[in-house]
């Protein structure tokens, strides 16, 4: 959700500029700092005895944010005050909630994680910036399109390890997010036929394949078999449609 963003806004900007780099390894430094400051926000606030990870943390930690700050140097030498203002107090925002959302073990929220998906899909509006000096008005399209898309992906993933708890016996059968899942798809559905009309036809294709592969997900979840298997080839199969999905996108605002 932050890389494939970064890549297709450098393929749409249709040219290059060296701090599109300097924006890919901040995005990298910034998501990788994550998990020290995790663990040294534990052992400030939860844990009363040192532990062993702290301090490796805390190396991880102080690495990464050398590399943040020599990025941010570079962008902070190129980008415009405005753009800076913008982009840079929300990932630091964003960055401090996901901390406290996993020192509470709350990280498995929805709500968390579909906010996680707009904020690791703006990357792209990052890219653009390095690579045009501004925000083109194709990539607030591009950013909505990806982001629309992961929070779908999103809500089919949490139907689908609900109906694996019920599969089990473990818990009773839970519909919330199976009904999300479905509305979330009547959005991409409404999205392709909007887009379609306005005569953007990839792009209309783009959001019927995510629409027919999210679609076709919830069904197998009917099916015991299709739930067994692993998780590893769920993620995979995602990975490939998000692929398919960014692909069919690229193609559609290249036009304009």
């Given at each position: 959700?932050?890389?494939?963003?970064?890549?297709?806004?450098?393929?749409?900007?249709?040219?290059?500029?060296?701090?599109?780099?300097?924006t890919?390894a901040?995005?990298?430094?910034?998501?990788?700092?994550?998990?020290?400051?995790?663990?040294?926000?534990?052992?400030?606030?939860?844990?009363?005895?040192?532990?062993?990870?702290?301090?490796?943390?805390?190396?991880?930690f102080?690495?990464?944010?050398?590399?943040?700050?020599?990025?941010?140097?570079?962008?902070?030498?190129?980008?415009?005050?405005?753009?800076?203002?913008?982009?840079?107090p929300?990932?630091?925002?964003f960055?401090?909630?996901?901390?406290?959302?996993?020192?509470?073990?709350?990280?498995?929220?929805?709500?968390?994680?579909?906010?996680?998906?707009?904020?690791?899909?703006?990357?792209?509006?990052?890219a653009?910036?390095?690579?045009?000096?501004?925000?083109?008005?194709?990539?607030?399209?591009l950013?909505?399109?990806?982001?629309?898309?992961?929070?779908?992906?999103?809500?089919?993933?949490?139907?689908?390890?609900?109906?694996?708890?019920?599969?089990?016996?473990?818990?009773?059968?839970?519909?919330?997010?199976?009904?999300?899942?479905?509305?979330?798809?009547?959005?991409?559905?409404a999205?392709?036929?909007?887009?379609?009309?306005?005569?953007?036809?990839?792009?209309?294709?783009?959001?019927?394949?995510?629409?027919?592969?999210?679609?076709?997900?919830?069904?197998?979840?009917?099916?015991?078999?299709?739930?067994?298997?692993?998780?590893?080839?769920?993620?995979?199969?995602?990975?490939?449609?998000?692929?398919?999905?960014?692909?069919?996108?690229?193609?559609?605002?290249?036009?304009?």
């Open positions: 959700m932050m890389l494939t963003p970064i890549v297709c806004a450098a393929i749409l900007a249709r040219q290059w500029r060296w701090t599109e780099l300097a890919m901040a995005a990298i430094a910034a998501l990788a700092a994550k998990d020290p400051m995790v663990v040294l926000a534990r052992q400030r606030f939860v844990w009363k005895q040192r532990r062993e990870e702290t301090t490796a943390a805390a190396q991880w102080a690495g990464w944010l050398v590399v943040l700050i020599l990025c941010g140097l570079v962008l902070a030498s190129t980008w415009p005050w405005s753009a800076l203002l913008a982009l840079g929300g990932a630091a925002a960055t401090t909630l996901a901390v406290a959302v996993n020192v509470k073990n709350r990280q498995r929220s929805t709500l968390f994680q579909i906010a996680s998906a707009a904020a690791l899909t703006s990357s792209s509006l990052a653009c910036e390095s690579a045009l000096g501004s925000i083109a008005p194709w990539c607030w399209w950013w909505f399109l990806l982001a629309i898309q992961a929070a779908a992906g999103i809500l089919v993933v949490h139907a689908r390890l609900d109906a694996r708890i019920a599969a089990r016996g473990k818990a009773p059968g839970a519909e919330a997010y199976r009904r999300a899942a479905w509305i979330a798809i009547i959005v991409l559905t999205a392709a036929v909007a887009a379609a009309s306005l005569g953007r036809v990839w792009i209309a294709l783009a959001l019927l394949l995510a629409s027919a592969g999210y679609s076709y997900d919830l069904r197998r979840q009917r099916d015991l078999s299709a739930l067994r298997l692993p998780l590893t080839r769920v993620g995979q199969r995602a990975l490939a449609l998000s692929t398919a999905y960014a692909i069919l996108l690229i193609i559609g605002l290249w036009a304009g």
